[in-house]
């Protein structure tokens, strides 16, 4: 692997270890016998895991399908459960509450009913929205 296919997190990363590496006068050598003993470290543990993973499914007779179970598919578009009756702004219902929905409850007064497509109080919502245009 080359610096050219590193991220630029990577990057950084070993930018930091060589400047503590420096600021501290450890040598090159002793960092790189450090990270050969944690390598080995995180191979020992791996290949434990492994094992036990091995003994639990020998010992519950686990078939390779049951492990694989069924593939998680991302759905292509999740439906919307909040819309702006004015702008038209539109939530999921998942991940971080954007700004406008956190504005329209706290700064515009709407109701979260209000902003919940197809139901009557969104529906009065969009006729005020409209009529304050």
């Known amino acids: 692997m080359t610096t050219r296919d590193l991220t630029a997190d990577q990057k950084h990363a ?6 503590l590496l420096s600021e501290y006068a450890i040598p090159l050598t002793d960092f790189h016998d450090v990270t050969r003993e944690i390598e080995k470290a995180r191979q020992a543990i791996r290949t434990s895991a492994i094992h036990q993973a091995q003994q639990l ?6 078939q390779p399908h049951e492990i694989r179970g069924r593939v998680h598919q991302v759905p292509v578009s999740a439906e919307i459960k909040y ?11 998942e991940g971080t ?23 009557p109080d969104h529906e009065a919502a969009a006729l005020r929205a409209g009529q304050a245009a």
Do not use: N, V
């Open 83 to 93: 819309r702006h009756p004015l702008s038209g702004d539109t939530w999921s219902g």
């Open 57 to 62: 499914i020998a010992f519950w007779g686990i």
């Open 14 to 19: 070993i930018a930091t270890i060589q400047a």
């Open 97 to 119: 509450q954007p700004a406008w929905l956190k504005a329209a409850l706290l700064k515009e007064g709407y109701r979260l009913a209000e902003l919940r497509p197809g139901t």
